[in-house]
């Protein structure tokens, strides 16, 4: 993740509490731990889905878009 995308999350952030004081604000961070950015929030949760089910979960979004 960029700096640039950094700050501009930092802003969006920054902004969302100045008008909402208190707000749950979630974000979807895409390399969170691998960029160090887990201490910019007060809460983490990771979800994970062992290979298998990502698989099944594609060949199933596959099946249904029409695919073989």
Same mark, same amino acid.
């Given at each position: 993740?960029?700096?640039?995308? $950094?700050? %501009?999350?930092? $802003?969006?952030?920054?902004?969302?509490?100045? $008008?909402?004081?208190?707000?749950?604000? %979630?974000?979807?961070? #895409?390399?969170?731990?691998?960029?160090?950015?887990?201490?910019?929030?007060? %809460?983490?949760?990771?979800?994970? %889905? #062992?290979?298998?089910?990502?698989?099944?979960?594609?060949?199933?979004?596959?099946?249904?878009?029409?695919?073989?």
């Amino acid at each position: 993740v960029g700096r640039g995308i $950094k700050v %501009l999350l930092g $802003k969006r952030i920054a902004a969302i509490e100045a $008008k909402h004081p208190g707000a749950i604000i %979630l974000s979807d961070v #895409p390399l969170l731990f691998e960029t160090a950015m887990a201490a910019q929030f007060d %809460l983490v949760l990771l979800v994970y %889905l #062992p290979s298998e089910g990502q698989v099944a979960r594609l060949m199933a979004r596959a099946t249904d878009l029409g695919a073989d």
